[in-house]
């Protein structure tokens, strides 16, 4: 996501390499209604939880050059897991890692079956950056910074919470 985000080639930069969310609202409400205020939470117990769980955990994987990339696990699941891995490792081969956070706004629930859901989340790029081993952004100068993203979620009953299991990449912007 960070490098797709970041105008970089690697594979999926979701900007789900996230840690902190900057005034996030979460709602569970169909997209046509207006967004909590609520902060977002990373409580797997419910889909938007999963999908901050997601970012979260991908932000801080990608600001540290020796974590341990198994954690994914712990939030996401499939397709999700397996190209954020392979981000992440694209990364360290080149010496590189992110600073400042991904930003979280509008983070809603947009429609759900018994144990998968879709979840919108408008991903702010404004204060991440990508650098290089001597400090330099390797982030292309007209990146978009504010992308909506779509999540699919899904419920894992034997680990007893959601997990993010695939996404899509860039859409209009928010």
């Not at 404004?126 to 952004?137: K, Q, Y």
């Not at 910074?145 to 209009?172: C, I, K, Q």
């Amino acid at each position: 996501l960070l490098l797709a985000a970041c105008g970089g080639d690697g594979g999926d930069t979701d900007g789900t390499s996230s840690t902190s969310t900057s005034s996030a609202r979460v709602s569970t409400a169909p997209a046509s209604s207006e967004p909590s205020a609520a902060e977002p939470s990373a409580d797997q117990s419910t889909a938007t939880g999963a999908v901050v769980a997601f970012v979260q955990m991908s932000d801080e994987l990608a600001r540290s050059p020796r974590g341990d990339l198994t954690r994914l696990s712990q939030a996401a699941r499939g397709d999700a897991r397996k190209d954020k891995v392979e981000t992440l490792t694209i990364y360290r081969s080149r010496g590189w890692r992110s600073t400042g956070s991904t930003g979280l706004e509008d983070v809603q629930q947009t429609s759900s079956r018994e144990a998968e859901a879709t979840v919108s989340a408008c991903i702010d790029y404004a204060d991440l950056d990508v650098v290089d081993g001597t400090g330099d952004s390797v982030v292309a100068e007209d990146r978009q910074e504010r992308v909506l993203h779509r999540y699919t979620v899904v419920h894992d009953a034997t680990a007893g919470g959601w997990f993010v299991s695939d996404l899509e990449d860039g859409g209009p912007s928010c």
